[in-house]
């Protein structure tokens, strides 16, 4: 799978739009980009994955670029709650065996 | 999304003693589950696939044999850590591939096992 690079850390204030960047410059024409998070103590959270289209769920807005080299992610209101380690990964669709391998992420800090 | 569940949510036991942690997808089947491992302030990181029926594939560095995986149905993987030591203290979390439907090829992660070998 391709390898990606994020920030190690953001800050945010509540409320404002979070943006998180990612950097897959590698990607494969057959993977997907996805995104986790976790908060503290607890396992990942699945956000939304695409393939190049823009997406949007309610938990966020996932924009890749044209080239598909770059993505980010937009949590449009943050909270105190969205605190968390944020992973970008990307990954084959469908390969039954493959797990997803995690980097070291994001980590946000959303502060009032 | 999908849920899976993982029990206990922590554990505490004596060095040499083996402890069995369930992990359960509960609203989806799972031919293919996955268990990581993550220490603090490190990331995730993958030590095994389960897939039902058939013998779990450990990643390198990882001892089968110590790890014991049985995916014995399509809902759930137990993860077994026998003779444990306190180096195996860890954070202990499952992850079930759902295949079909809502979440296409997504996988799901349990909200984890806190594990502490005294």
């Known amino acids: 799978d391709a390898k990606t690079t994020q920030p190690p850390s953001m800050d945010c204030a509540e409320g404002r739009a979070a943006n998180l960047p990612c950097n897959h410059s590698t990607i494969s024409g057959n993977e997907y980009v996805y995104w986790y998070r976790q908060i503290h103590s607890q396992g990942p959270q699945y956000i939304i994955h695409?393939?190049?289209n823009n997406e949007t769920n309610e938990m966020a807005s996932l924009i890749i670029t044209e080239d598909r080299k770059s993505s980010t992610l937009i949590l449009p209101h943050a909270t105190l709650r969205d605190t968390a380690v944020y992973y970008c990964i990307v990954r084959v669709w469908g390969q039954a065996g493959t797990a997803l391998i995690f980097g070291k992420g994001t980590t946000l800090s959303v502060s009032s | 999304g999908a849920v899976v569940s993982q029990h206990p949510s922590w554990v505490i036991c004596k060095s040499g003693t083996s402890v069995k942690i369930e992990c359960r997808s509960l609203d989806f089947q799972a031919t293919t589950m996955f268990w990581y491992r993550q220490f603090p302030k490190q990331s995730l990181m993958l030590m095994a696939t389960?897939?039902?029926?058939?013998?779990?594939?450990?990643e390198q560095g990882v001892e089968k044999d110590k790890f014991l995986i049985n995916h014995a149905s399509l809902t759930l993987s137990t993860l077994t850590v026998t003779s444990a030591h306190p180096e195996d203290s860890s954070f202990y979390i499952c992850?079930?591939?759902?295949?079909?439907?809502?979440?296409?090829?997504?996988?799901?992660f349990g909200p984890g096992t806190r594990l502490t070998v005294l």
């Open positions: 695409g393939l190049k």
């Open positions: 389960s897939n039902e029926g058939s013998k779990a594939t450990y």
């Open positions: 992850s079930a591939r759902d295949s079909g439907g809502r979440g296409g090829d997504t996988q799901y």
